[in-house]
């Protein structure tokens, strides 16, 4: 099998916005350095993404000068956010990803503010802190010895995608749909983007080396409506899930992209 190459990078340092394309990155066993460890949660304490609230996807993230914050921006608007928040200032809430309870820490409250007054409605900014545990599910637990953990990202570490797989599916919609606009890779929000693979075979690498860190595919990602959003015009549609649907349905599920764990934290880089 040929030696897949890293061509892209992207971390989501707040779940459902937009993402961060990056030259390296550091890979720990909860997934890439900063990746969705923030979000925002209801009054009630349920996560928000754009699939109920698309304007999320309004929202930018960048490293500020010296790469000790984030900078969001918003419709001109910039609010300056740390990489992390700690229990010493910050309140302690639990929080719901999916059917997961998670211990997260509240960020300060002019920031919260600011998020509110954007959404128009009441909501908060939280962070998972290292020590803030949310297991993966035991069936896709490489190592029974050794308990992963993710972040708060919908289920799995990683989302690995190759680019000959987004090529496939665009050939595809350009066939059925005569629809000349490609499909962007950003729609499909992966951490880590390949070369020199054939089509889904990300699905099957199994253990593989990127850089000196470890991956290790845990099942082919199953698809949903937020891929329809159009990443720059917010607009919803039929593709790709409507194209994926005529050969990547397994068990009622649209498969793209592979979800995968750190079996080895390293460093990874689009130019190795």
């Known amino acids: 099998m040929p030696t897949p190459r890293i061509t892209a990078i992207y971390i989501y340092p707040i779940k459902s916005m937009g993402g961060m394309s990056l030259g390296d990155a550091e890979v720990g066993m909860r997934g890439l350095q900063h990746d969705r460890r923030y979000m925002l949660v209801s009054a009630e304490g349920k996560f928000l993404t754009q699939r109920q609230t698309p304007e999320l996807g309004q929202f930018h993230l960048a490293y500020n000068a010296d790469q000790t914050g984030f900078m969001v921006t918003f419709q001109g608007d910039?609010?300056?956010i740390p990489l992390s928040l700690s229990h010493q200032n910050h309140q302690t809430l639990t929080a719901n990803v999916w059917d997961d309870s998670v211990e997260v820490l509240s960020a300060p409250s002019h920031i919260n503010q600011w998020f509110s007054q954007k959404l128009q409605r009441?909501?908060?900014?939280?962070?998972?802190?290292?020590h803030a545990n949310r297991p993966l599910p035991p069936e896709y637990q490489p190592n029974p010895q050794n308990t992963h953990h993710v972040s708060l990202a919908d289920g799995y570490?990683?989302?690995v995608v190759s680019e000959a797989s987004l090529s496939l599916l665009n050939q595809k919609i350009q066939h059925s749909s005569h629809q000349t606009e490609p499909m962007s890779l950003i729609r499909f929000r992966p951490n880590v983007v390949l070369s020199h693979l054939e089509p889904h075979q990300e699905d099957s690498l199994g253990t593989f080396q990127l850089g000196t860190a470890t991956f290790h595919i845990a099942k082919p990602c199953s698809r949903c409506i937020l891929t329809t959003i159009?990443?720059?015009?917010?607009?919803?549609?039929?593709?790709p899930l409507r194209t994926l649907s005529t050969y990547r349905k397994e068990n009622n599920k649209i498969l793209f992209g592979a979800n995968a764990l750190c079996l080895k934290p390293g460093k990874i880089s689009t130019s190795k």
Do not use: F
């Open 78 to 80: 910039t609010l300056a």
């Open 122 to 130: 009441d909501v908060t900014l939280v962070y998972q802190p290292d």
């Open 157 to 159: 570490p990683i989302l």
């Open 230 to 239: 159009d990443p720059i015009t917010l607009e919803r549609g039929d593709e």
